[in-house]
């Protein structure tokens, strides 16, 4: 996919720190055992899908929070370096920064407590003083790792200013009638799409039947993720469905943030929303193959390269 312009995306949501340890098996309570490796990585919805449409070539601008600690530095250094702007990456002086505490085990079982911190200052009022941001981009993006509130808010600031929202509601809850009219584009898994329309989804019939009663609530368009099957776009009058690429997958850890930069970063470009999924499928195909969260999303020549 050439680039057909660059339009501005605002992402509003979260960042952390993981901190992962490797074990041969979890503790049980009250319980201490030697773990192996440790690792420290970035981690956050937010700042996953920030990083990964910077990678794809779209001109990112950042709102989150952070602590005024070495985890909110770190945080800083690693956007700006990857051509962020981070103008509005706000240092919380009451709050640490965001942290999950995971154990691996040898069967890759994990436990994971997350400490949101500063993330769950992330208020409205911070979104007003990002007001600039808003007006200068095309397309927001966000995630539901932030209070219920600033999305809401963010949404409605947002449609108020004519941008489109897409919402990755992850992880799954419940959304006001407000916040799902002023969405553009849904984008949640079974799991998520289950928990907004009451649908158990077991097939692509269950998906679409998911789809539509979501688009009946007040969205304009779902894509529904289903893993390494693929993607299923519906506008409330067709539905397409967009087969996942067969790659060896390492870790998927990242696989949906990857997809949804992917997805904000091609309607920026103009493309339609089909055309955006399918190069979306293909970014996130490649961000499988390699470990780490933020560490897996490619970059833009390498999914413009992509061939089966």
Known sequence: MDSLRKNKILVIGSTNTDMVV???????????????IFMMNPGGKGANQAVAAARLGADVTFVCKTGNDMFGADTRRRLADEGIDTTFVYTDEDHPSGVALIAVDSKA????????????????????????ALDACEWVLM??????????????????????????????AVLSPQLLANIYLLTPNETEAQAISGIGIDSLETAEQAARKIIGMGVQNVVVTLGAQGALICDGQT?????????????TTAAG???NAGVATALAEGLDLEGAVRFAAKAAALSVTRAGAQASAPFRNEVDAFRL
């Not at 539905?239 to 870790?251: G, L, M």
């Open 109 to 132: 079982e994990n436990s994971i407590v997350v400490a949101s911190g500063a993330n769950a200052a992330l208020l409205p009022p911070d979104i007003e003083r990002a007001t600039a």
């Open 239 to 251: 539905s397409t469905f967009v087969e996942a690429h067969r790659v060896a997958a390492v870790d």
């Open 22 to 36: 490797r074990t041969d098996r979890l503790p049980r309570p009250g319980e201490t055992v030697l773990g192996g």
């Open 257 to 259: 943030d990857v997809f």
């Open 143 to 172: 995630q539901l790792e932030t209070p219920m509130e600033t999305i809401e808010f963010a949404a409605s600031e947002a449609v108020h200013r004519a941008k489109r929202v897409i919402l990755n509601p992850a992880p799954a």
